[in-house]
């Protein structure tokens, strides 16, 4: 049962190779403890098929608990991004009629590590044995389900694996192409041009009104496509110590540097209290003045408080440094003498064999092949050290290979143990073989640290409930004055600033810079938070937020002035492009550089490839084109391109040597289409009717 529940717990078979798992034992409590609000069945649907409520609540809930510090919103988020996945490629595989047998499935389920390493599951010969893994859950009928889940789950993956192939196969690169790609890379063109740049005419000559942006949106729909969103601005007010509660603490932390009088009620006198200088009990002393217990570790210089690192270590044992700060809290330390070699930097190459858990085993070999690869590799490596580094980069299987081998440094017991006790008890320098779970490992001692221990007395320098209570009444009394009255002069007459302006959609919980404000976003999206309503949050360890819905922006084109820094440059250069046209009279390039006032400039050996003019221009595929296109001695018409209008005249082209074969270039096309079948699931959501009910349950 152990075991079985490491594989639960562990289990990874990836569905997706693009970004998604579809292994469905996904896991978080979004909708628990009856947090919904509505009953409902469904909580969307695509292309007419409903995801149901039930199990999308399971499998965020899942997600949640296997995710440890992952939100239910992302949580959420992750689920229902796999779900429609799912659906969509599902319905593909349904129009394919693709099938998979038991063979397949049982392929995929013990490609999963923890099922297919397992020795619950291998033979003698230490492979996976499926008679082995069937024979377990048929003992164990109460595990029946879970067989089920991770089945359907594995049939997914299969019929995946199998549409992923059909896909790559119709991806292909034709002869043509590659000649295409040939000459778009060794012709060239000579020509000369006269531009007339954009720049030359200045921005406030052009108007671009909201109207135009508005319809150029129009014209490219599925680009400026925007979902629902609100625009909140709001204003800060921390709840932070104020310079009285600092200087409060650090009288308190200086007044523990001497003895102390205290009258004794048992014994009706006066009694005196040690210092923190002339205490002999530093544990004791920390623990019971100390916001942070007494540690005992010994710490290396690079890990002290960066401005006091160098005053710290070098503190004489038994003398006292401080009061200093260190983060939020006012600190006295005392030394309490330095070790040597607390941390340890040590380089390996390792070697894995089949059972082992290396994790980038570059071919199959037995633990006696692999110990013998070790050896010999440590013998190169005596005989000559510098060949350390280059062996990693080649010979390790460890992810560690591409710097090297080098593991930077390390604390004890941060390794498994034959390796820490190897590079903890030898001395800089030293190379030997050790063996782990993981392999054989040719180690290699580089460096170590010294480290002091201290006995730190720290005081948190926080608010004091005085400067809390002040912070709240301003807080409160903003939020009363900007629902009343013009939220920005409010904060402008109480000297506060108002953050940028956040906008966010309804699923989100980051909230700008303050990162998950979850309760924010879902206070602006309620019924009867209207635009211009404010409210004030309180948040932990932070202070008060105080809210103001700024905009609404319904769901369909993006808001014009977030992207009118975009699309107002495109439509003034396209103004632009008409009064730099109208100039552009007469039969010749002299003609035309004279009515512009500007020069025929000359360009020589362009390719289409690289469509680059002289003098920092920058491409213009256009002009190139249009080039490549005319007749010798042909002058062209007035070409719109990225930095101006441009006219040409075909000087030459020179074409490119007949190659009897282009299939170096199209094997250079085939590498840059051998990601394109990552974009189906994309395509598919681009043309799919999603909708999304999540918002309608409270959560």
Not at 344 to 353: F, W
Not at 442 to 460: C, E, F, H, M, P
Not at 609 to 614: A, D, H, S, Y
């Amino acid at each position: 049962m152990a075991v079985l529940a490491k594989i639960r717990q562990r289990s990874t078979i990836m569905m997706l190779v693009i970004a998604f798992a579809l292994f469905a034992f996904i896991a978080g409590d979004f909708f628990s403890n009856g947090s919904f609000g509505k009953s409902s069945k469904d909580v969307g649907s695509v292309d007419g098929k409903d995801i149901s409520f039930e199990e999308f609540r399971v499998k965020v809930s899942n997600v949640e608990k296997s995710q440890q510090g992952m939100t239910s919103t992302a949580a959420s988020n992750r689920v229902w991004e796999q779900e429609v996945s799912i659906a969509l490629l599902t319905t593909e595989f349904e129009k394919l009629g693709l099938r998979v047998g038991e063979k397949h499935i049982m392929e995929v389920l013990k490609a999963d590590q923890n099922i297919g390493k397992n020795p619950m599951f291998l033979n003698e010969a230490g492979v996976f044995d499926s008679a082995k893994f069937k024979e377990y859950f048929k003992s164990n009928p109460e595990q029946a389900q879970y067989l089920k889940d991770r089945e359907k789950d594995a049939e997914l993956n299969a019929k995946y694996q199998i549409y992923n192939t059909l896909v790559k196969a119709g991806i292909y690169t034709t002869e043509s192409e590659g000649k295409l790609k040939y000459e778009m890379e060794a012709n060239k063109v000579n020509f000369a041009y006269v531009a007339g740049l954009y720049s030359t005419i200045k921005d406030s000559q052009v108007k671009v009104t909201d109207e135009e942006i508005v319809a150029f949106m129009k014209k490219n729909e599925k680009k400026y496509k925007a979902d629902e969103s609100r625009e909140l601005e709001y204003v800060l007010i921390e709840d932070k110590a104020s310079k009285e509660d600092e200087a409060e603490v650090k009288s308190k932390i200086s007044g523990l540097l001497s003895g102390s009088v205290v009258y004794n009620q048992a014994t009706g006198k006066n009694d005196t209290v040690s210092g923190f200088r002339s205490t002999s009990n530093n544990i004791e002393f920390v623990n019971s003045n100390s916001d942070v217990p007494y540690d005992s570790t010994y710490v290396a210089k690079k890990d002290l408080p960066a401005t006091d690192a160098e005053q710290l270590y070098n503190l004489a044992p038994g003398s006292v440094y401080g009061p200093y700060m260190f983060g939020k809290y006012y600190c006295i330390s005392k030394s309490l003498g330095r070790k040597v070699g607390v941390n340890a930097k040590a380089s390996h190459i390792l070697i894995g064999y089949e059972g082992s858990q290396a994790q980038n085993q570059k071919e199959r070999r037995t633990k006696e092949e692999a110990k013998a690869k070790a050896e010999a590799l440590l013998a190169q490596i005596s005989a000559s050290p510098d060949s350390f580094m280059m062996l990693a980069f080649t010979a390790s299987e460890d992810s560690s290979a591409q710097q090297g081998g080098d593991l930077g440094f390390f604390g004890p017991n941060q390794m498994v143990k034959p390796f820490n006790d190897f590079v903890f008890n030898n001395a800089i320098g030293k190379l030997g073989i050790v063996e782990t779970q993981f392999g054989f490992h040719i180690i290699k001692v580089t460096d170590k640290q010294d480290g002091v221990r201290l006995a730190t007395v720290a005081q948190k320098v926080e608010a004091s409930e005085a400067t809390s209570d002040k912070v709240f009444a301003e807080a409160t009394k903003f939020e009363i004055d900007a629902t009343e009255k013009d939220f920005t002069k409010t904060a402008a007459a109480m000297k506060l600033t108002i953050a940028p302006t956040v906008t966010v959609k309804v699923m989100d919980e980051a909230f700008g810079s303050l990162g998950n404000q979850r309760n924010i976003i879902q206070w602006a999206y309620e019924t009867g938070t209207d635009l211009g309503a404010v409210k004030r949050f309180e948040v932990a360890n932070l202070g008060h937020i105080i809210a103001r819905v700024k905009k609404v922006n319904e769901a369909g084109l993006m808001a014009v002035d977030l992207v009118k820094g975009y699309i107002e440059p495109i439509l003034k250069n396209q103004k632009k492009a008409e009064l730099i046209k109208a100039k552009m009279t007469g039969t010749s390039l002299e003609a035309i550089a004279k009515a512009t006032a500007s020069t025929v400039q000359q360009a020589a050996d362009v390719t289409m490839e690289n469509p680059v003019l002289p003098g920092g221009v920058g491409q213009e595929p256009k002009v190139v084109g249009n080039a490549f296109a005319l007749a010798a001695n042909k002058l062209s018409a007035p070409i719109e391109g990225n930095t101006g209008v441009y006219v040409v005249l075909n000087k030459s082209v020179i074409k490119a040597p007949v190659l009897k074969s282009h299939a170096a270039y199209v094997t250079k096309l085939k590498a840059q289409s051998a990601s394109d079948s990552n974009r189906i699931v994309p395509a598919l959501k681009a043309i799919a009717k999603i909708e999304d009910n999540r918002t309608q349950f409270n959560y």
